[in-house]
């Protein structure tokens, strides 16, 4: 399939409404570290003012008439995106294992699931968008789902294939085109995403990455060019944006911090679900949202849970992430280490028990070991604050309805997950929980076939499933006399 779009040179023309400033980060570079050494990788220009002009200009324009092509002209170019992921999964893989740090199984895995979601889509678009017929007194009414425009995601370095394509995939399918604003460490990621998306023939202006610094947001978000917003990352990263939109009056989708609650309840096996527990506070080297942080365990299994818990993280292995039996492996940046060693320290400070860990691994890169903290109770940084490294917090409950009382004790809400035995019993709690997700005896996950987001101060909106395809359409009433 072949389009005659226009060229990005071609659309160079800024427009009146956008000030020549507004695109000027104040940087020259965006830099790649190996956070495993601590070693400069690679320096990537930014974007400049012209630069960005031309690719929201190219955005617009390719709008006008992606909009107009069909489900199934999507669908061959959103499967060839799948094919070529898996075709340069190694690639792919080695470079967010260099640029951020993440262990190379997991990254593999991580390009594996992005190839699922854009199958998924290109399979179930044209169904979820189908329109729907309603009553009225016409004689003829039926809702549509058209396309709103170019969409701006700010996305950030922790899963920097996933989180990206994970908006992709549905926006793209849906008939948007789609500007990214990558994490400045990632920028090798963000161009390689951009290229798949032109090698499996997309049209220039589909989807273009953006190398411009965080100042520069601010701007993109008021360009009227821009439809709308998506943003994963942090709280006040949210807060920013949301602002910025509201004033443009601009529909947003947040997706931001997470304290999950992990409920361990005594009818279960303590030393089994430590196993898991373990598996779900490390994944990424405990740099996701929607890792388990607090675990919240029935006093009469929590002696047992912690000695297990403290046994199962002392044996994941630490070290460099490409050797494929690593299972922690650096943090991102320097600053999220010193970061986190705070945490545990006022932690400790206020109370909590120190039971491994605890302690930056010396040497080059910025290590951090599993570590265990036990008898934390609420007010505690660690249970208040969220964790984005390998650090467990045990809190200790008297009895299933206190455990649930703590873990809705909490500013976030993105995911939850209790371990019962009695699956029922698992299911009725989840009613009660102040989270996106609960999962009953298994590990929270995104899952292209299921919504995925927050509530509270983990934001709002969602990702995924058909929820997730409908944020960023014109749900449209067509009513005929």
């Known amino acids: 399939m072949t389009f005659t779009s226009p060229s990005y040179l ?90 951020m740090g993440k262990p190379i199984v997991e990254a593999e895995a991580e390009v594996e699931k992005c190839a699922w979601v854009c199958e998924y889509y290109a399979e179930n678009a044209e169904r979820f968008l189908a329109p729907e017929t309603g009553e009225s007194d016409g004689s003829q009414a039926f809702v549509r789902f058209d ?15 996933w989180q990206v394509f994970r908006f992709a995939a549905p926006a793209l399918m849906a008939g948007n085109v789609s500007l990214l604003k990558h994490a400045s460490n990632v920028p090798g990621c963000a161009l390689a995403i951009e290229e798949s998306f032109s090698d499996a023939g997309f049209p220039n202006g589909a989807f273009s990455t953006l190398l411009v610094g965080s100042s520069v947001v601010a701007g993109l978000v008021a360009d009227p060019r821009v439809a709308a917003v998506t943003l994963t990352g942090s709280e006040p990263a949210g807060r920013a944006v949301a602002a910025e939109a509201g004033r443009h009056l601009k529909k947003t989708v947040l997706e931001l911090g997470g304290s999950d609650p992990f409920i361990v309840l005594g009818d279960v096996d303590p030393v089994a679900v430590a196993t898991q527990a373990a598996t779900a506070r490390c994944i990424n080297s405990g740099q996701s949202c929607i890792a388990a942080k607090r675990f919240i365990v029935e006093a009469s299994v929590a002696a047992a849970f912690e000695a297990a ?91 299933a309805e206190h455990a649930v009382e703590l873990a ?44 995925f987001g927050g509530v509270k101060r983990s934001g709002y909106g969602r990702e995924l499933g058909v929820f997730g395809i409908r944020e960023f359409v014109n749900v449209k009433t067509v009513w005929i006399g």
């Open 147 to 161: 396309p709103l425009g170019p969409i701006l995601a700010v996305m950030p370095w922790n899963f920097p294939f």
């Open 408 to 451: 809705n004790r909490s500013d976030f809400g993105l995911g939850a997950s209790v371990w019962t035995a009695d699956g029922e019993r698992g299911k009725t709690l989840a009613g009660r929980l102040e989270a996106g997700a609960v999962f009953v005896n298994g590990i929270v996950k995104s899952d292209p076939r299921l919504p």
């Open 10 to 99: 071609e659309l160079s023309r800024p427009q009146a409404l956008t000030p020549s400033s507004r695109y000027d980060s104040g940087m020259d570079q965006l830099t790649s570290t190996n956070p495993a050494t601590g070693e400069r990788i690679a320096a990537y220009e930014t974007h400049g003012t012209s630069d960005v002009e031309t690719r929201i200009s190219a955005s617009a324009a390719t709008f006008a008439f992606w909009r107009e092509t069909s489900f199934r002209e999507r669908r061959e170019l959103m499967l060839g995106a799948a094919r070529i992921l898996r075709q340069r999964v190694s690639n792919f893989a080695e470079l967010m294992t260099r640029e």
């Open 309 to 399: 818990l403290v046994a199962a993280m002392e044996c994941l292995p630490v070290g460099d992430p490409m050797q494929r039996g690593t299972r922690i492996g650096p943090l991102a940046r320097a600053d999220l280490r010193d970061e986190l060693h705070d945490q545990v320290g006022r932690s400790v400070a206020a109370g909590a028990r120190l039971l491994t860990g605890g302690r930056p691994v010396e040497g080059p890169g910025y290590f951090y070991p599993p570590t265990v903290l036990s008898r934390v109770e609420p007010g505690n940084p660690v249970f208040v604050e969220e964790t984005f490294g390998p650090v467990a917090a045990v809190t200790r409950a008297r009895d």
